[in-house]
């Protein structure tokens, strides 16, 4: 015989699901190094070296910038892009030459790759662009000076030939 309804136990169940995440973490690595680029790089004074560095990894790595041991940071002449993957850095002088580093880490890990930079010293030419100007009316002056003896020569060749040229006058 069963039991009466009311001696059953009853049973509610309430079941709530949510959304589960599972992370997964990865040691960061280079996409792009400055190596990648040019092992050596070498800029005259003056003008402007760009150093590139691409990273992955989860959490997305922090990229930094280093200068021998020192940390770069922004200055009149050294900028970096949005995520520091690129180094600019401009109106190079000589002691920006050196052993550059980008350093990526991330909770995992810390990886670095290198450049080296070398800066050749200035060979007289200045910023303002006097130099250029220079060379430029130096130029100008020679074609014109080689002109004029081209005209003085044709004009004295000319000036020979009819002197002696031969009339036949019957």
């Given amino acids: ?3 009466p309804l009311d001696a059953q136990p009853i049973f509610f169940t309430s079941l709530r699901v ?3 995440s599972l992370f997964s973490t990865v040691l960061p690595s ?10 050596h790089r070498v800029v005259s004074v003056g003008e402007t070296v760009v ?9 997305p790595p922090r990229i930094n910038w280093l200068k021998g041991d020192h940390s770069l940071t922004v200055t009149e002449r050294h900028h970096f892009t949005p995520g520091n993957q690129l180094l600019i850095v401009r109106n190079v002088v000589l002691e920006d030459a050196g052993k550059y580093t980008c350093e990526i880490s ?5 990886e670095r ?6 800066v050749l010293p200035s060979l007289g030419c200045r910023k303002d ?6 060379m430029t009316i130096a130029v100008v002056c020679s074609i014109v000076l080689t002109s004029l003896v081209w005209v003085c020569i044709i004009y004295q060749t000319r000036k020979k030939s009819e002197e002696y040229s031969v ?4």
């Fill in 30 to 39: 280079f996409l792009k190094t400055p190596y990648d680029v040019a092992a």
């Fill in 106 to 110: 991330n909770t995992v890990g810390t």
């Fill in 167 to 170: 009339t036949n006058t019957g």
């Fill in 51 to 59: 150093l590139q560095c691409k990273a992955t990894g989860s959490p």
């Fill in 18 to 20: 949510q959304s589960l």
């Fill in 113 to 118: 790759a290198h450049s080296q930079v070398s």
């Fill in 129 to 134: 662009g006097t130099t250029f100007g220079i």
């Fill in 1 to 3: 015989r069963a039991p």
